[in-house]
C-alpha cells in the first residue's frame, strides 16, 4: 500500500508541475565543474532557470555543490572534478535517457556538427539566433554557411518560430551562399528572406542590421559567429561575465541526433539559465527532426548541386590519397586551419598515420593514435599546418 501511495504521490507531482509550466519538464543535464566563475555559478543557473516556470528540469552532472539540494545531482567522484569523468557521466545519462539534452562547456563535435546560439540584440532588445556559433557544419567555407542557414531555421522552428526571417552576415562567401539559397527557393525550398534595415535593404547583413537584430536568423560561418557571441553577451561586462544571452545554442548536424548545447568558462547565471531553457525548449521542440525536415527539403530543391558548386576542386592528387588501416585515435592535436583541416589529415595519411578530423569549442582537432604524436606533428609542421 505504501508503494501505490508513493506512485500515486509521484504520478500526482509530475501532473500539477505539467500544469504549472504548460507541458512535461524535460531532463537538461549541465556540468557542474569547469567554469572560470565557479561551481557556485553555474549551479546558480540551474536555481534561476528551475525558478522561471519554464520546462526545463536541470541536472546537475558533477560533484555535488552545497547549498543546491533542491536540484536534481547525478554526482561523480566528489574529490574531484575532472572534467574527463563529469563528460563520461554527461555521456551516460544521455546514452541511457536519463537527460533528454545537455549543456555542456565543452564537447568534441565530429565535423558536420555544429551549434545555433541566441543573443539579445541591444539596439532593440530583440533576441535573434546566429548560426553558427561553435563547431563546424563543414570544413568547406561555403558548405558550411549555406548548411548554417538551413540549421539555423531548423532551430528557430524548434523554438516555435513558424516562418523565421533570415539574413547573411557580409563575411567572405556570403554573397554565393545567398545566391545558392536563392534559387533553392525559387526550387521550392520555403526560406523567408528577412532585409537590412538600411535604406538599400536586402538579406545581406552589415553591422547595424546585427545590432538592431533585423532577423530572426543570422548566418555567418562558425568562427565568426564566436566571437559574436562573445560581443553580445558581455559587452555590458567587459568581457570576464557573459551576462545576456541563451549561449553558443544546441548542436545540429545531417544525421545528428543528440541535443547538447554550448556555454563557455565565462558565461555567468542568466546566461546559463537562458541555456538551459532553450535547450529544453529545443529538445520539446524535435531539433533533430527539424533539421532532417529541412535538410530533405532543401536536398529535394537541388541542395547537392549547390553544395558542389560552393565546393572547391581538390587535386587529383589530394583525391587519390586513401586512408591507411583504421585504428584508435586516443589523441588531439590543436592549431590547424578549420580551411585547412582535411588536407592537414591528408598529409598524415600520405605519411602513413592514420587520422581523423574533428571539431572542440576551441577549434578543429585532428585526431590520432597517442604514438603517432610526435611523428604527426612533425609531418604537419613540414607541411606548413602548424
Given at each position: 500500500m505504501t508503494d501505490i501511495k508513493k506512485l500515486v504521490g509521484e504520478s500526482l507531482t509530475e501532473i500539477i508541475e505539467a500544469a504549472k509550466h504548460g507541458g512535461p519538464r524535460v531532463k537538461v543535464g549541465l556540468m557542474a565543474s569547469g567554469s572560470e566563475l565557479g561551481c557556485e555559478e553555474l549551479a546558480l543557473g540551474a536555481r534561476l532557470a528551475l525558478e522561471t516556470g519554464s520546462i526545463v528540469q536541470p541536472v546537475m552532472i558533477g560533484p555535488r555543490v552545497e547549498g543546491f539540494d533542491e536540484l536534481d545531482w547525478i554526482e561523480t567522484d566528489a574529490g574531484s572534478a575532472c572534467e574527463a569523468e563529469i563528460a563520461n557521466a554527461l555521456e551516460a545519462a544521455l546514452k541511457d535517457g536519463r537527460i533528454a539534452a545537455a549543456v555542456a562547456l565543452h564537447y568534441p563535435f565530429p565535423l558536420g556538427v555544429t551549434t545555433i546560439g541566441r543573443v539579445?540584440?541591444?539596439?532593440?532588445?530583440?533576441?535573434?539566433l546566429i548560426a553558427a556559433t561553435t563547431g563546424t557544419s563543414s570544413a568547406n567555407r561555403g558548405e558550411a554557411m549555406l548548411r548554417n542557414a538551413l540549421y539555423g531555421i531548423a532551430t528557430a522552428k524548434a523554438l516555435g518560430i513558424k516562418e523565421p526571417t533570415v539574413g547573411i552576415l557580409n563575411v567572405d562567401t556570403a554573397q554565393p551562399v545567398f545566391r545558392a539559397l536563392t534559387r533553392l527557393a525559387e526550387r521550392g525550398y520555403k526560406v523567408k528572406f528577412g532585409s537590412s534595415v538600411r535604406k538599400d535593404g536586402g538579406a545581406v547583413l552589415r553591422g547595424n542590421d546585427i545590432l538592431a537584430g533585423a532577423v530572426d536568423v543570422c548566418v555567418a560561418d562558425a568562427l565568426t559567429g564566436n566571437v559574436l557571441m562573445k560581443m553580445f553577451s558581455s559587452f555590458s561586462t567587459g568581457g570576464s561575465y557573459e551576462a545576456l544571452g541563451w549561449g553558443y545554442g544546441p548542436s545540429c548536424g545531417e544525421g545528428w541526433k543528440g541535443i547538447v548545447s554550448?556555454?563557455?568558462?565565462?558565461?555567468?547565471?542568466?546566461?546559463?539559465?537562458?541555456?538551459?531553457?532553450?535547450?529544453?525548449?529545443?529538445?520539446?521542440?524535435?531539433?533533430?527532426?527539424?533539421?532532417?525536415?529541412?535538410?530533405?527539403?532543401?536536398?529535394?530543391?537541388?541542395?547537392?548541386?549547390e553544395i558542389a558548386a560552393l565546393t572547391p576542386k581538390a587535386a587529383a592528387e589530394d583525391e587519390a590519397v586513401k586512408a591507411p588501416p583504421q585504428e584508435p585515435t586516443d589523441e588531439e592535436l590543436h592549431g590547424v586551419d578549420v580551411l585547412e583541416i582535411e588536407n592537414a589529415v591528408r598529409a598524415l595519411w600520405k605519411a602513413g598515420i592514420y587520422a581523423e578530423s574533428a571539431m572542440g569549442c576551441t577549434g578543429p582537432v585532428v585526431k590520432l593514435a597517442a604514438k603517432n604524436t610526435e611523428k604527426g606533428e612533425a609531418v604537419l609542421k613540414e607541411n606548413g599546418y602548424l
Open positions: 539579445v540584440t541591444p539596439a532593440r532588445g530583440r533576441a535573434m554550448i556555454i563557455s568558462r565565462a558565461s555567468g547565471a542568466p546566461v546559463i539559465a537562458g541555456a538551459l531553457s532553450m535547450t529544453a525548449a529545443a529538445a520539446a521542440g524535435n531539433l533533430p527532426g527539424k533539421v532532417a525536415e529541412e535538410i530533405a527539403a532543401a536536398r529535394k530543391a537541388g541542395l547537392d548541386e
